[in-house]
Nanobody, 121 residues
Framework: QVQLVESGGVLVQAGGSLRLSCAAS????????MGWFRQAPGKSREFVAA????????NYADSVKGRFTISRDNAKNTVYLQMNSLKPEDTAVYYC??????????????WGQGTQVTVSS
């Protein structure tokens, strides 16, 4: 069992930066690949970024590639999402999630409650 709690969501101006954190409980955090997803008002939840259990592999949605960076600290049971050059279209509730399998088609078993990011123009 893994419990996830996101934090760091705030109101920020376009062009600004923000770092989201996701704290995980449980001793098996390092066995899970982690992902960030987001859901904007009136839209479906979409993939943002993922990182393998060791942190050696990452992948990103095209819409955030080059602007967002996912990282993790297994000693702190935490995964991060550094977001730079934010745009109004990045406004959404951001969720972190855990999966035992990294890669395309991975099924995420555990989800956090989400944190709101609002980017003003």
């Amino acid at each position: 069992q893994v419990q996830l709690v996101e934090s760091g969501g705030v109101l920020v101006q376009a062009g600004g930066s923000l770092r989201l954190s996701c704290a995980a409980s449980g001793r098996t955090f390092s066995r899970y690949a982690m992902g960030w997803f987001r859901q904007a008002p009136g839209k479906s939840r979409e993939f943002v970024a993922a990182i393998s259990w060791s942190g050696a592999r990452t992948n990103y949605a095209d819409s955030v590639k080059g602007r967002f960076t996912i990282s993790r600290d297994n000693a702190k049971n935490t995964v991060y999402l550094q977001m730079n050059s934010l745009k109004p279209e990045d406004t959404a509730v951001y969720y972190c999630a855990a999966t035992p399998n990294y890669g395309l088609g991975a099924v995420y078993d555990y989800w956090g409650q989400g944190t709101q990011v609002t980017v003003s123009s």
